[in-house]
């Protein structure tokens, strides 16, 4: 018997091999992106890496698997390595304390080095487009989390391509400046709520610097509220997509 019987009883002994030997990057540790590493750390995925800036604040705790009075003030990636090497001591946690940039996105995929997945949970436009143009040269399987505030159905989540996609003001945007790159398909996990309370509405001409500024200022995003069940039930079936389609069980 070992951590991962019962998963191993599920889907094999050989597929739970290939998630031992998996590496999968996620950037963003929050809502999403927690719940997201601690799914994927419980299934066993051997190698994880985190890449995050921030630390765990008050207003974390009403959502994310990190956030306790017991971690306020500390890195993201700190306590979600802590956190995974509790339920999986034997992973390999490798984390980045930074800012995804445009410009820095390269040197910082050069220290990460080869991956299987890529996991966008990350808020800002420019970072997340820049992270999809990555992954489209590099050829890297990529999805990437879209809005999941002011919500309060998780059941309305979908995963498809972001082609497929309406309703959701943050996909108009990616679709819209990925066309510009490019890029025609993403796969995005998304959900057909209007948002609980209004986000101000973009411009059909808005594009990335315009996202980007309402996101600073407050416009798009003023401090989205968020409720337990919502957030992490996007987390939760992000890393379900991921491991299946990593053991083409999809």
């Known amino acids: 018997m070992h951590e991962f019987s019962r998963t191993e009883r599920l889907i094999g ?10 590496s999968i990057a996620v950037f963003g540790v929050g809502g999403v ?3 997201c590493i601690e799914a994927l750390a419980r299934c066993g995925v051997g190698h994880l890496i985190l890449i995050d800036n921030d630390v765990v604040t008050l207003t974390n705790i009403n959502r994310q698997s990190i956030a306790c009075h017991s971690t306020l003030g500390l890195p993201k990636v700190q306590v979600m390595k802590d956190r995974i090497h509790d339920i999986n ?3 390999q946690v490798d984390t980045f304390q930074t800012f995804v940039l445009p ?3 390269d040197p910082l995929m050069a220290a990460i080095g080869s991956v299987d997945y890529l996991i ?3 808020d800002t436009v420019s970072a ?3 992270i999809a143009q990555f992954a489209h040269d590099k050829g890297l399987s990529l999805i990437s989390s879209m809005g999941t505030g002011n919500k309060l159905h998780g059941e309305l989540f979908e995963i498809t391509d972001i082609s497929k996609t309406s309703v959701c003001p943050l996909c108009r945007v990616m679709r819209r400046e990925l066309k510009k790159m490019g890029i025609r398909h993403l796969k995005v996990l998304y959900s057909k709520e209007p948002p609980t309370i209004p986000m101000a509405a973009l411009g059909e001409n808005d594009g990335r610097e315009a996202a980007d500024s309402a996101l600073a200022a407050g416009s798009l995003r003023p401090v989205p509220g968020s409720i337990s069940f919502v957030p992490p039930a996007a987390g939760l079936l992000i890393a379900g997509e991921v491991v299946r389609e990593l053991l083409k069980l999809s």
């Not at 002994?13 to 998996?22: K, S």
């Open 13 to 22: 002994t050989e597929n739970q091999q290939r998630l031992a030997d998996a």
């Open 33 to 35: 992106g927690s719940h």
């Open 89 to 91: 001591p034997g992973a």
């Open 103 to 105: 410009e820095t996105l």
């Open 120 to 122: 966008d949970a990350i």
């Open 128 to 130: 997340k487009l820049a």
